[in-house]
C-alpha cells in the first residue's frame, strides 16, 4: 500500500514524502511518537490505521487523513479477481463498507446480480473477526472470493488457501487526499509564522507622596518581574522590551505559543501575587505584521483590565 501512494507522489516534486512500515497496527504508536516533527501532516494508507490512531490520540483531524475507498476500488479489484479467477465471480465476501454504500454502488452500475456478503468496519478492534467472516463464507460455498481492505486479513487468508484480493484506494482518492494534506499544511506554517506578541501589565499600587516606594521598593519589584518575564521570553524563543512603567512586550511568532508557554504564563501570574501581592496581567496578540498583533495585544489588556 506504501508503494502504491509513492506512485502517486511522484508527481508532488516540492514535497518531501517520508514513508513508515510497519507489519502490526499497534507498532502505529512508536511510528508516530517517534516521528512528530519535522512532518507536517500523516497519510495514513487506509481508515484501520487512521482510526486506530485517532482513538489513540496520535494524530488529530488537522494534521492526518487517509485516502477513502470508493466503489472504483471495488469495481477495480472484483475485476482483478475474475481476470485471476477466469471467471465472472457472482458471489463474494468483502468488508470495509457499509451496507448501505455497498448497495448503491450495486444499483446504479445495475449489478444487483452480485450476491454479497459483508463486513462493515472502520474500527481495528474488529480486525481479528475479519478472516473468520470470509473463512466461514468461503468454505459454506457462499462466496468465491473474499475482497478485503486489511492487509492482516489478506495475509492470514491466503495461508488457508482462501482466494482473496486486497482493495486498496484508486489512484485519484490518494492523488486527492495528498492535495489536500499539503494544503493544510501551507494553512497551518502560514499560521504558526505569524507575529505574534505577549503583553505584560502589571499595576505598582503607586501612592501620592509614597518617594521611598517609588525610589526603591518598586524598583526590587519591577526587577524582579523583569527577570522572571525574561524566562518566559526564553520559553517562546522571543525578544521582551520594556516599554514603560508596568508595561512589557516581547516578540515572538505564533507557532512558539504553545501549551507549556502558556501554563508558564498563569503559574508566573500566581506566583507574583503570592509572593509580591501584585496583579500581572497578560494579553496575547496575533498578526500578519508588527503593527496588527500589537493592536491585538492592546485590546487583550483592556479587557483584562
Do not use: C
Not at 70 to 99: R, W
Not at 174 to 203: P, T, V, Y
Amino acid at each position: 500500500s506504501v508503494e502504491k501512494i509513492r506512485l502517486v507522489t511522484e508527481n508532488f516534486k516540492h514535497i518531501t514524502f517520508i514513508p513508515f512500515i510497519y507489519e502490526d497496527v499497534y507498532q502505529v504508536d512508536e511510528l508516530i511518537q517517534n516521528n512528530v516533527t519535522p512532518i507536517d501532516q500523516w497519510l495514513f494508507s487506509g481508515v484501520l490505521n487512521f482510526t486506530y490512531a485517532m482513538k489513540k490520540k496520535l494524530v488529530g483531524e488537522d494534521n492526518a487523513t487517509y485516502p477513502p475507498l470508493y466503489g472504483s476500488s471495488f469495481f477495480g479489484t472484483l475485476l482483478k479477481a475474475q481476470l485471476a479467477e477466469n471467471k465472472v465471480i457472482k458471489k463474494i465476501s468483502m468488508d470495509t463498507f457499509s451496507d448501505v454504500e455497498v448497495e448503491k454502488v450495486l444499483a446504479f452500475n445495475q449489478l444487483q446480480a452480485i450476491e454479497y456478503l459483508n463486513f462493515p468496519f472502520s474500527d481495528y478492534t474488529y480486525i481479528h473477526d475479519l478472516t473468520d467472516f470470509h473463512e466461514k463464507a468461503y468454505q459454506e460455498g457462499r462466496a468465491e472470493v473474499a475482497i478485503t481492505s486489511t492487509n492482516y486479513a489478506y495475509m492470514q487468508l491466503k495461508e488457508k488457501n482462501v482466494p482473496v484480493y486486497r482493495m486498496k484506494p484508486a489512484y485519484l482518492a490518494i492523488q486527492l487526499s495528498i492535495e489536500m494534506l499539503i494544503e493544510r499544511a501551507q494553512a497551518n506554517r502560514f499560521k504558526l509564522s505569524q507575529i505574534a506578541m505577549i503583553g505584560a501589565s502589571i499595576d505598582f499600587h503607586i501612592q501620592e507622596n509614597d518617594h521611598v516606594y517609588f525610589t526603591y521598593k518598586m524598583k526590587q519589584e519591577e526587577l524582579d518581574i523583569k527577570k522572571e518575564l525574561l524566562l518566559l521570553a526564553e520559553e517562546v524563543s522571543g525578544s521582551f522590551i520594556s516599554v514603560g512603567l508596568g508595561s512589557y512586550l516581547i516578540y515572538t511568532s505564533r507557532g512558539e505559543i504553545n501549551r507549556e508557554a502558556l501554563q508558564f504564563m498563569f503559574e508566573l501570574s500566581n506566583k507574583i501575587h503570592a509572593t509580591q501581592q501584585l496583579k500581572l496581567q497578560f494579553a496575547i496578540g496575533y498578526g500578519e505584521t508588527t503593527s496588527q498583533a500589537e493592536q491585538h495585544v492592546n485590546l487583550g489588556l483592556k479587557q483584562v483590565q
